[in-house]
């Protein structure tokens, strides 16, 4: 564990305790850093944020705009949450802000989740680093969550919204879909992605509560792959871009949303096109190709890949990653698979039944699901699945296997203790 997390998990709660008054009385002993921003990207959703928020931050770089960035989790290091003007907030001054925000909380006389202090942490460096723009991810759910004390955003962004976390935002889509509607404020456009009826049924009952004017996905604009480019199309642009620098087919679908939220920010369509050619997001369908389990799978001549996706909506998109890649390139296939115990194990492997894998499941630091009933979950939808006693074990039961593509996938946290194996694969 890196040091700012350690100290994070020593001084502060580590539950999860959906509520903005803790939020709103330590900012406010802040001097409320989140009302001195700029202009604010606010961006919810169940799948897909983060890769929306480096799409979005890419497009307005190319731009030649300062951008702010504030993401979760992290994969290796904690300040790769806290970008600042494009670069990774220093330990140093990381550090600073976290003093200042202890003090405040002893002077308030109370307490803060760790999420919480994180979240004050960036409002608060951010509000003292000047730059154009700040593209904030929401952490959990929208109207409750710690960034949703951001009363005017210049932009709403809802990427789609599917089950995810049901300990905490409840099992039924409506309610999970209210919570990140939540994020919509009054005179700001909200740019929402494809979504289904009963999703899309709620966010415009709260867009038009508050007043958000909205911007929706296959209504007002649309985006699809088409001769290896991106097209784009609203009701006044057609526009022929390239694709996006990330893989997996659902990333044309990302790229769609940042394309219609860059262009509500005015940028460029040159911006838009070398923003979308620049982007970088790890652990998204990323291809290893550096670090000692990259150099072990490339001595077998096997592509290997990281994807962090953890739920079904994720499976489905690693499934249509998988369907594209073998039609291209038939090879022998296997995922290493790692979740939280937590997660909808079985919608996952639901989501990529009937693919020909071989599944090798492995456990990671922290509340991991047992290799053994990970195993036994993905046998029961139909794969070879075997448990294994580490990542580096797997990978060589999956190369013994004859494997000449294997996905390391299932956890956001798994996937940081493979980058974090070797300083050549951290994320910058």
């Not at 509607?181 to 966010?203: F, H, N």
């Not at 394309?259 to 096109?273: F, G, K, T």
């Not at 790692?338 to 989501?351: Q, V």
Request: aromatic share 4%; charged share 20%; with cysteine.
């Amino acid at each position: 564990m890196d040091p700012i997390s350690e100290r994070l998990r020593a001084r502060h709660p580590q539950r999860i305790d959906l509520s903005l008054d803790r939020m709103r009385a330590l900012c406010a002993a802040l001097g409320n850093p989140q009302d001195r921003l700029p202009p604010v990207v606010h961006v919810a959703g169940t799948n897909g944020k983060g890769s929306t928020v480096s799409l979005i931050r890419a497009i307005a770089e190319a731009a030649g705009l300062r951008v702010h960035a504030y993401t979760s989790p992290h994969l290796v290091r904690f300040n790769e949450r806290i970008r600042l003007a494009g670069t990774l907030i220093g330990d140093d001054q990381l550090n600073d802000v976290l003093d200042r925000i202890e003090a405040a909380m002893a002077e308030i006389g109370g307490e803060a989740t760790v999420f919480e202090s994180t979240t004050a942490a960036a409002f608060l460096a951010m509000s003292e680093t000047p730059a154009d723009l700040a593209v904030i991810e929401v952490g959990l759910g929208g109207s409750l969550d710690a960034t949703n004390i951001i009363d005017r955003p210049l932009l709403s962004v809802i990427t789609p919204v599917d089950l995810d976390h049901a300990e905490f935002l409840g099992d039924r889509i409506e309610g999970v879909a209210a919570e990140k509607a939540g994020i919509l404020k009054a005179g700001a456009r909200g740019v929402v992605a494809r979504q289904s009826e009963a999703v899309m049924a709620v966010i415009e009952r709260r867009a038009a509560e508050v007043g958000s004017p909205l911007t929706v996905m296959g209504v007002d604009y649309d985006a699809w792959a088409e001769r290896g480019g991106l097209v784009y199309q609203d009701q006044e642009r057609f526009l022929d871009l390239p694709p996006p620098a990330l893989s997996g087919p659902h990333q044309f679908d990302n790229a769609g949303v940042a394309v219609a939220a860059a262009l509500e920010l005015d940028l460029s369509e040159a911006a838009i096109a070398a923003g979308l050619s620049a982007v970088r997001w790890p652990a998204r369908m990323q291809r290893l190709t550096a670090g000692p389990y990259a150099e072990k799978a490339q001595a077998a001549d096997a592509e290997l890949w990281l994807d962090g996706g953890h739920n079904p909506h994720a499976g489905r998109a690693l499934a249509r990653s998988l369907a594209e890649r073998q039609a291209r390139a038939p090879r022998p296939t296997a995922l290493i698979v790692g979740m939280l115990e937590n997660k909808d194990a079985g919608g996952f492997f639901e989501a990529l039944k009937g693919m020909e894998l071989q599944v090798f499941t492995v456990g990671f630091d922290g509340a991991a699901a047992e290799p053994q009933a990970l195993a036994a979950v993905a046998q029961g939808r139909g794969f070879g699945a075997m448990p294994a006693g580490s990542v580096d074990e797997a990978l060589d039961r999956a190369l013994a296997w004859g494997a000449g593509r294997v996905v390391i996938c299932g956890s956001l946290y798994l996937a940081g203790e493979v980058l974090g194996a070797d300083s050549k694969t951290w994320p910058v």
